[in-house]
């Protein structure tokens, strides 16, 4: 049928921008590794107590970056996917459903949801225990606020995804790729990557729909603030189981 070949063209043209857009997380995370690594050059040479703030709302703003990319893709996901169950004959207004759909996840934000993004957590975290091997003084409440925030992530499990996707089992080491961002649990993606290696073949990213295809030990870090909130998860659970 005309209308059903023209909608298998048309999903095709979005299948397309929404690899080309997933590829853009990369340069989100790339820009917040540089934004962490210039906040800890600056506390280590004891540089204005400002200039540091300038680069946690770097951070912010790409963390609101992030959700906007997220959140679009989402939109363009779930109209496809709703227009593919409908199995409709002609092709309707993508654009404005799209449009629609992005409008409402978008009225959900709040600006906690910035400070709540993962590696915004990593980033205050680390400038945390940077600032104590320095013999910084801590702020009582910044320290209250990192623990909120920890909380607020283990009792909102849909902020993060503690599960990993080699093993599809709860993290306890999470690894998270400077490349393309996802995180993996440690054990698992270091055997991975050195078998495929011991084959001569490139480690792709295990993560569904990842454009990654050469992974490489030194493309991993700890992630400290996952961790924390994986943890904290366990103790509230522990509380309740207690109560």
């Keep these: 049928m005309p209308g059903r070949s023209s909608l298998a063209v048309s999903f095709s043209s979005v299948d397309s921008s929404l690899s080309s857009l997933k590829n853009c997380q990369a340069y989100i995370n790339t820009g917040m590794e540089i934004a962490t690594n210039v906040a800890l050059d600056l506390l280590e ?32 996901e779930d109209i496809t996917n709703q227009v593919r169950r409908e199995q409709l004959e002609k092709i309707p207004d993508l654009k404005a459903l799209v449009k629609d759909r992005f409008a409402e996840l978008q009225s959900r934000n709040t600006d906690l949801d910035l400070q709540r993004n993962v590696r915004f957590k990593q980033f205050k975290e680390q400038l945390r225990e940077t ?8 702020d009582p409440a910044e320290e209250q606020t990192i623990e909120q925030l920890d909380e607020d992530i283990a009792v909102t499990q849909s902020q993060v995804n503690f599960t990993c996707p080699v093993t599809q089992e709860e993290m306890k080491r999470p690894m998270r790729n400077k490349v393309c961002g996802h995180i993996y649990e440690e054990e698992a993606i270091l055997n991975m990557i050195q078998n495929r290696h011991q084959k001569n073949k490139k480690a792709r990213c295990p993560k569904v729909g990842c454009d990654n295809s050469d992974m490489k030990e030194t493309d991993l870090v700890l992630d400290t603030a996952l961790k924390r909130a994986i943890e904290n998860l366990h103790k509230q659970k522990g509380k309740q189981h207690s109560m």
């Design 45 to 76: 040479t004891e540089s204005d107590e400002g200039e540091v703030k300038n680069m946690e709302n770097v951070m912010l703003d790409y963390a609101a970056m992030d959700r906007e990319l997220n959140q679009f893709i989402q939109a363009v």
């Design 131 to 138: 600032g104590k091997q320095l013999g910084l003084p801590e």
